[in-house]
Nanobody
Framework: QVQLVESGGGLVQAGGSLRLSCAAS????????MGWFRQAPGKEREFVAA????????DYADSVKGRFTISRDNPKNTVYLQMNSLKPEDTAVYYC???????????????????WGQGTQVTVSS
């Protein structure tokens, strides 16, 4: 199991950009699929983006498609979420999550992820 630490959150104006990073410890990171989820106040946690262990498969929520990009650097044990054209409705705590690659079910299902970070706050002002 890997340990995950997010960084890069903050306050940004609408239309701006942020890049979130998720640093993983452990030798198995390169065999993990990784995902980003978010939770806004009073709302349930929702899927944002996910990437397979090799980076060859990526998936995005419709609400962020075309604006957000997920990527990973396996030698650096890090996954990124580049967020452009941010909107106030993107305001949330963003969580990084990982799961072993032998779990082949839907990448969007948060219940299949075995490791979670502590979250980083993203606030987009209008």
């Amino acid at each position: 199991q890997v340990q995950l630490v997010e960084s890069g959150g903050g306050l940004v104006q609408a239309g701006g950009s942020l890049r979130l990073s998720c640093a993983a410890s452990g030798r198995t990171f390169s065999s993990y699929a990784m995902g980003w989820f978010r939770q806004a106040p009073g709302k349930e946690r929702e899927f944002v983006a996910a990437i397979s262990w090799s980076g060859g498969n990526r998936d995005y929520a419709d609400s962020v498609k075309g604006r957000f990009t997920i990527s990973r650097d396996n030698p650096k044990n890090t996954v990124y979420l580049q967020m452009n054209s941010l909107k106030p409705e993107d305001t949330a705590v963003y969580y990084c999550a990982g799961r072993p690659s032998f779990i082949v079910t839907n990448l969007r299902n948060s219940e299949t992820y075995t490791s979670w970070g502590q979250g980083t706050q993203v606030t987009v002002s209008s």
